[in-house]
T-cell receptor
Framework: AQSVTQLGSHVSVSEGALVLLRCNYS??????LFWYVQYPNQGLQLLLK??????LVKGINGFEAEFKKSETSFHLTKPSAHMSDAAEYFC?????????????FGQGTTLQVKP | SAVISQKPSRDICQRGTSLTIQCQVD?????MFWYRQQPGQSLTLIAT?????????ESGFVIDKFPISRPNLTFSTLTVSNMSPEDSSIYLC?????????????FGSGTRLTVV
């Protein structure tokens, strides 16, 4: 069965610093992986998705993630944090044979950006 | 991309009552999903609803507590029955969305439920 683990429920960085949010997955089939962001009192917004086309995936707002099969990881990074990046971030894996099927979410990581 | 209208956006309900949440999609979709997000927590899948068949519930969720209807390819409802304060959560519907740039899934804006 597929699962996702996000390491670190809270991450705090200074504005302009590197953002690194960790995600490890478990899947018996080639996974489809996603990162979502949730701003306070708002819905989920897709940041990026991995669908086996390329291991380095670029998303919106300057975020990117690298799929590493050997490490079963899909960590999210951004070179320079901005105050507006403060939000909750969720890693998710699709259980389907393509990029559909149900999504299983990680526990979430709260990103705090300090001035 | 599919557009989802989820209603109500929020509600405050008395314990012991039931609330039905509606999810309307502007296009036909095969798979619809219902999630619960408890305060400060991640999203947990309640069930998958396919048109023309019974919903499939995840471990820990039962039909008597969360009955789901899926009468056609654009609509679904989730009922939270015999509510208690522990049911206070955000409930979201999601659809499989093979078109557009949503990554394969589109989410409704959620129903924020408070049970008092």
């Amino acid at each position: 069965a597929q699962s996702v683990t996000q390491l670190g429920s809270h991450v705090s960085v200074s504005e302009g610093a590197l953002v690194l949010l960790r995600c490890n997955y478990s899947s018996s089939v080639p996974p489809y992986l996603f990162w979502y962001v949730q701003y306070p009192n708002q819905g989920l917004q897709l940041l990026l998705k991995y669908t086996s086309a390329a291991t380095l995936v670029k998303g919106i707002n300057g975020f990117e993630a690298e799929f590493k099969k050997s490490e079963t990881s899909f960590h999210l990074t951004k070179p320079s944090a901005h105050m507006s990046d403060a939000a909750e971030y969720f890693c998710a894996v699709s259980t389907g044979s393509s990029n559909t099927g149900k999504l299983i979410f990680g526990q979430g990581t709260t990103l705090q950006v300090k001035p | 991309s599919a557009v989802i209208s989820q209603k109500p956006s929020r509600d405050i309900c008395q314990r012991g009552t039931s609330l039905t949440i509606q999810c309307q999609v502007d296009s036909q979709v095969t798979m619809m999903f219902w999630y619960r997000q408890q305060p400060g927590q991640s999203l947990t899948l309640i069930a998958t609803a396919n048109q023309g068949s019974e919903a499939t519930y995840e471990s820990g969720f039962v039909i008597d507590k969360f009955p789901i209807s899926r009468p056609n390819l654009t609509f679904s409802t989730l009922t939270v029955s015999n509510m208690s304060p522990e049911d206070s959560s955000i409930y979201l519907c999601s659809v499989e969305d093979l078109g557009g740039d949503t990554g394969g899934y589109t989410f409704g804006s959620g129903t924020r439920l408070t049970v008092v």
